[in-house]
Every structure is written in structure tokens, then in C-alpha cells.
């Protein structure tokens, strides 16, 4: 099977580390979320600030390139601010604020994109190349996994992927948190699925990954990093991905055979706070589940 790519407008990948991520610790998230499609009415306010500073940045990195995607030229910065904003005006200044702080911090500065929120798209079998794949891959080998990335950009003459940060930072200094090792980062699922992807899908090499932060509030901070990944955990991602298109496969089947999804409590609260589908599993009674099902959630398009 050939690679392919394929450009759309800022948003989620279409089988990224996420979805597959999901189906790896909680069936009943991977249900309701990319089986069925759900999302909250409501976005938190730091999310939604995070997604309109992302819109600006995407907007500004396809201004610069030759030949922007087509996305770019559907919908001005503005108009897609106005509608993943809307209701929002205070939310959208601060995001155009964040950015000008942004464009001013590194004007002139040498990164030439070479793609912008481009999804790229890859099978199982082509991590492997010339490999024998181990017998339990054969069934998943032609299975298509994605990821959208923010940048891939050429940087000091080397091809990177980048993906931008959005933070509230320190309280105390004011600045964004001390980056350390970066370890937050370097065992990211998304960061090696981006990387054995596209990989797979452009003929130049890649150097890396990159994180750009940006503090999402004044004042003001940013700084750009670059991950120091094991090559061993590198290599041993790639049979985390196959493993968890088939944990996929088996969840769908399933589900479309009539069985329920089995819901793992481990994942409902973690650093970012509680999980989209928090209050339906925790409701007293499935008639309380049901009803927030269909007051608090909206369903993208039809069931995948």
C-alpha cells in the first residue's frame, strides 16, 4: 500500500495516537468518543484558548509557505477564530494577543514550513520495510494510521516535526515551567506515531521532534525544544501502534456484535482533570447516563 497525505483544516487526526491511545486503556472512551462521535457541548476555557492560539500559529505558518494548503485559503485567521470562538470575543483577543506577543518573539527567525496541520497517513506494514513482521501483525499489517501534526518545517537545514505547547505556566515567576529533560514529552505516543509516520510518507529524513510552548497569558513566554528520544523505546512504538489497532479491531467488532463496552476507571481523572465522559460514569443510574448522553454531548457526523 502507498503512503499518502492528505491536507485538512485544523483539528483532530482522523486515527491518530489518541484514538488508538483510547483503545488501549478505556473501551468505553474509545466507544463514545470515536465510535460514536461524541464530544462535550462545552469545551474547558484553557482548552478552548489553547485551540484558537494553535488556529493562529497554523494560519501564520501557512502564510509563509509557496503554496499554502487549501484550508488556509477557505477561511481567512479570522473567520476561523469567529467560529471555533464564538460567544468567545475576550477568549479571542487573548489567543491574537498571544500570538502578535508570538510573531514579534521570532520574526525573522529561520523556520521554512514545509507542511501545516497536514494529516499523513501510513500502514502498519510500512514501519517494518524489508522486515519479516512477527505472525501476530499479519492480520493489521494494511491497516492505515494517521496524525495530524502542527509543523514540519526545516530547521538549520534539517527536517523536523513540531507540535506547539500551550501553557499557563508558572504562577511564581511568571515564566513557563522549568523544561528539565523534557520528559513529559519523550515517551509520548503521539511523538513516536508522528514520527514513524511520517517518515514513512516524505522522502527527506527527519531529524526529529520539537516542542514549541508558548505561555498562554501574559506576561508572555515561549521557547522551542528539541526531544532526546530512546531508539530503543523509537523502535518498540511501532509494535505499541500495531498492538493497539488490533485492541481497535476487537472493541468494534465487539461493539457491533452487541456487546457493551467494558469502562476502565484507572483513566477517568488525570493531570489535566477529569475524562469528557467523567459525569456518565459516574451517574447513579443508567437512565442519568442516558440523559447526559443526549444533553451534554454532540455527535460529529455518523458513527465510524
Same mark, same amino acid.
Given at each position: 500500500?502507498?503512503?499518502?497525505?492528505?491536507?485538512?483544516?485544523?483539528?483532530?487526526?482522523?486515527?491518530?495516537?489518541?484514538?488508538?491511545?483510547?483503545?488501549?486503556?478505556?473501551?468505553?472512551?474509545?466507544? $463514545?468518543?470515536?465510535?460514536?462521535?461524541?464530544?462535550?457541548?462545552?469545551?474547558?476555557?484553557?482548552?478552548?484558548?489553547?485551540?484558537?492560539?494553535?488556529?493562529?500559529?497554523?494560519?501564520?505558518?501557512?502564510?509563509?509557505?509557496?503554496?499554502?494548503?487549501?484550508?488556509?485559503?477557505?477561511?481567512?485567521?479570522?473567520?476561523?477564530?469567529?467560529?471555533?470562538?464564538?460567544?468567545?470575543?475576550?477568549?479571542?483577543?487573548?489567543?491574537?494577543?498571544?500570538?502578535?506577543?508570538? !510573531?514579534?518573539?521570532?520574526?525573522?527567525?529561520?523556520?521554512?514550513?514545509?507542511?501545516?496541520?497536514?494529516?499523513?497517513?501510513?500502514?502498519?506494514?510500512?514501519?517494518?520495510?524489508?522486515?519479516?513482521?512477527?505472525?501476530?501483525?499479519? *492480520? =493489521?499489517?494494511?491497516? +492505515?494510521?494517521?496524525?495530524?501534526?502542527?509543523?514540519?518545517?526545516?530547521?538549520?537545514?534539517? +527536517?523536523?516535526?513540531?507540535?506547539?505547547?500551550?501553557?499557563?505556566?508558572?504562577? &511564581?515567576?511568571?515564566?513557563?515551567?522549568?523544561?528539565?529533560?523534557?520528559?513529559?514529552?519523550?515517551?509520548? *505516543? @503521539?511523538?513516536?506515531?508522528?514520527?514513524?509516520?511520517?517518515?514513512?510518507?516524505?522522502?527527506?529524513?527527519?531529524?526529529?521532534?520539537?516542542? %514549541?510552548?508558548?505561555?498562554?497569558?501574559?506576561?508572555?513566554?515561549?521557547?522551542?525544544?528539541?526531544? %532526546?528520544?530512546?531508539?530503543?523505546?523509537?523502535?518498540?512504538?511501532?509494535?505499541?501502534?500495531?498492538?493497539?489497532?488490533?485492541?481497535?479491531?476487537?472493541?468494534?467488532? &465487539?461493539?457491533?456484535?452487541?456487546?457493551?463496552? &467494558?469502562?476502565?476507571?484507572?483513566?477517568?481523572?488525570?493531570?489535566?482533570?477529569?475524562?469528557?465522559?467523567?459525569?456518565?460514569?459516574?451517574?447513579?443510574?443508567?437512565?442519568? @447516563?442516558?440523559?447526559?448522553?443526549?444533553?451534554?454531548? =454532540?455527535? $460529529?457526523?455518523?458513527? !465510524?
Amino acid at each position: 500500500m502507498s503512503n499518502k497525505t492528505k491536507e485538512f483544516s485544523t483539528g483532530a487526526s482522523s486515527r491518530g495516537s489518541h484514538q488508538l491511545g483510547a483503545a488501549l486503556s478505556c473501551e468505553r472512551l474509545w466507544a $463514545l468518543r470515536y465510535h460514536q462521535r461524541l464530544r462535550p457541548t462545552s469545551s474547558k476555557p484553557w482548552q478552548l484558548l489553547g485551540t484558537l492560539v494553535h488556529t493562529c500559529l497554523a494560519h501564520y505558518f501557512a502564510s509563509l509557505m509557496d503554496e499554502p494548503p487549501q484550508w488556509s485559503l477557505d477561511e481567512t485567521m479570522d473567520e476561523n477564530l469567529e467560529r471555533e470562538g464564538e460567544g468567545n470575543p475576550e477568549m479571542i483577543r487573548q489567543a491574537k494577543d498571544c500570538f502578535e506577543a508570538f !510573531k514579534s518573539r521570532y520574526a525573522g527567525d529561520g523556520w521554512v514550513p514545509l507542511y501545516v496541520e497536514n494529516e499523513f497517513k501510513a500502514s502498519i506494514g510500512s514501519f517494518f520495510k524489508d522486515e519479516e513482521l512477527p505472525e501476530w501483525i499479519e *492480520p =493489521v499489517k494494511d491497516e +492505515v494510521v494517521t496524525c495530524k501534526t502542527d509543523l514540519v518545517c526545516e530547521w538549520g537545514g534539517r +527536517v523536523w516535526v513540531v507540535d506547539h505547547k500551550t501553557s499557563s505556566g508558572n504562577s &511564581r515567576s511568571g515564566r513557563l515551567n522549568s523544561w528539565g529533560s523534557g520528559s513529559e514529552y519523550i515517551m509520548s *505516543p @503521539q511523538v513516536f506515531q508522528n514520527l514513524w509516520i511520517i517518515r514513512s510518507c516524505i522522502d527527506r529524513p527527519v531529524a526529529g521532534f520539537a516542542i %514549541q510552548r508558548l505561555k498562554r497569558s501574559t506576561p508572555y513566554d515561549f521557547d522551542r525544544q528539541t526531544l %532526546q528520544l530512546s531508539p530503543l523505546a523509537y523502535d518498540q512504538a511501532r509494535y505499541m501502534i500495531a498492538d493497539a489497532t488490533l485492541r481497535e479491531r476487537d472493541i468494534k467488532n &465487539r461493539i457491533e456484535a452487541g456487546e457493551k463496552p &467494558r469502562p476502565n476507571y484507572n483513566q477517568c481523572y488525570s493531570r489535566w482533570g477529569p475524562c469528557d465522559f467523567f459525569a456518565v460514569c459516574s451517574s447513579d443510574t443508567k437512565e442519568i @447516563q442516558n440523559s447526559l448522553l443526549s444533553s451534554e454531548y =454532540v455527535q $460529529l457526523g455518523g458513527m !465510524k
